[in-house]
């Protein structure tokens, strides 16, 4: 019975910032500015492909991000885990701070669920941004040892339109036949029975913040007794309540796969972004990327041409548009391993925006989105190279690959 005094309230909002705000021609997005505007240059959007590679600039405009005190710590359950076992990595913010992008061991959200391969002692970072060129980051650890083979079973999450989540129960190692599944969503509702796949709806769901993130809870017991438990973590950002709390929409975003594909010109990733809370099109109109190098706490921003960089402009209102971002490798610093993505763009006279954070580098101590026979050749490649860190392309390999090409 909340939705329709949301909806109002946020409508509310928009008409006074509409109501304040210059025209959308003279509107200044606040997006990480760089110091120089990188050259405008003509290039036709329509029928380009992965494949197209942009000009290499010269001198990539960088500035430098500040720093600030967002979080207050990053909690890491449990702090000691056993090769393959479910780390759930929390991000806590500072008492009073709202309204901030936070990314959790390189998930979008204050909560992230890790698991790790290999024995030892892993780096876990939390990123919180604001939305001025203000970021906080902070690490934690687990230590991960090798423990007696248990029964184990996999969770995928299929995104449906409407914030509607298919999960699949699969690849379980170690259980017998006549399984059964139980379900928890995180949001107080479960589910039983012998189908390996469910449906949950979290339309409805509290929206007090932000974003929105729930814990999924799956355990799997065959005829025989034998039981395997498995985590998985699901994202929600809460288009609706950042609207009205900025007077701007905000568009959800997110990248289609965990890693670019790679040239030897950049990175090419497929972003899917959504604009169900649209009440009109969008025409995103700026690009800006934050680089956050694999070790050390540098960072910087970087200005792109979106003429050059991205396969369409247009965002439909209502629907779900897919695009190709192409991010030229000569426009980030050495080392980078993370980039978050912000495109703006302007709705109905105000300005909206997407974020989406990405992978483009490979750090080979903590392994963070590398697992299994991906992350021993990725480490294997490294150790011959002698490197700390480097990306598939400069190390000749080809993510998915089961050997170098």
Not at 178 to 195: K, P, T, V
Request: aromatic share 4%.
């Amino acid at each position: 019975m909340t939705k329709p005094r949301v909806a109002v309230g946020v409508g509310l909002v928009a008409l006074l910032v509409w109501m304040l705000l210059p025209s959308a021609e003279s509107a200044s997005p606040p997006v990480l500015a760089a110091e120089e505007e990188a050259p405008r240059r003509s290039h036709a959007r329509a029928g380009r492909s992965s494949r197209r590679r942009a000009p290499r600039p010269a001198a990539p405009p960088v500035t430098r991000v500040r720093e600030r005190d967002f979080i207050d710590l990053v909690r890491v359950e449990p702090p000691v885990a056993c090769v393959g076992e479910d780390v759930v990595v929390t991000t806590e913010l500072r008492r009073g701070m709202h309204g901030l992008r936070v990314s959790t061991a390189g998930q979008a959200g204050r909560r992230a669920v890790v698991r790790f391969d290999e024995p030892g002692v892993h780096e876990l970072r939390s990123v919180a941004n604001a939305w001025e060129p203000t970021v906080d980051v902070e690490t934690a650890a687990v230590e991960v040892e090798e423990c007696e083979t248990q029964p184990s079973i996999e969770i995928r999450v299929e995104r449906l339109p409407l914030d509607r989540i298919r999960f699949h129960a699969e690849r379980s190692v170690g259980l017998g036949e006549g399984l059964e599944y139980r379900w928890s969503f995180g949001d107080g509702e479960h589910a039983q029975g012998r189908r390996p796949t469910v449906e949950h709806d979290y339309a409805f769901r509290r929206v007090d913040g932000p974003d929105s993130s729930f814990l999924v809870r799956l355990e799997a017991t065959d005829a025989a007794g034998r039981r395997a438990e498995r985590l998985a973590n699901v994202h929600f950002v809460n288009a609706a309540y950042l609207s009205a709390w900025l007077g701007q929409p905000i568009l959800p975003a997110r990248a289609t796969a965990l890693l670019p594909e790679e040239s030897a010109d950049g990175f090419v990733s497929h972003l899917e972004v959504a604009g169900l809370e649209l009440l009109g099109d969008t025409e995103l109109t700026s690009v800006e990327v934050t680089a956050f190098p694999c070790r050390g706490e540098g960072r910087a921003a970087v200005s792109l041409d979106i003429d050059e960089v991205l396969s369409s402009t247009h965002i439909a209102a209502g629907e779900r548009t897919s695009l190709d971002l192409f991010v030229p490798r000569a426009s980030l610093p050495d080392g980078t391993c993370d980039l978050e993505v912000r495109l703006g763009g302007s709705s109905s006279g105000l300005f909206t925006e997407a974020i989406v954070p990405l992978r483009v580098g490979v750090d080979p101590e903590d392994g963070r989105r590398l697992e299994g026979a991906e992350a021993d050749r990725v480490r294997a490649a490294l150790q011959q190279a002698g490197r700390r860190s480097a990306t598939y392309a400069e190390l000749g390999l080809v993510p998915g690959a089961s050997d170098p090409p």
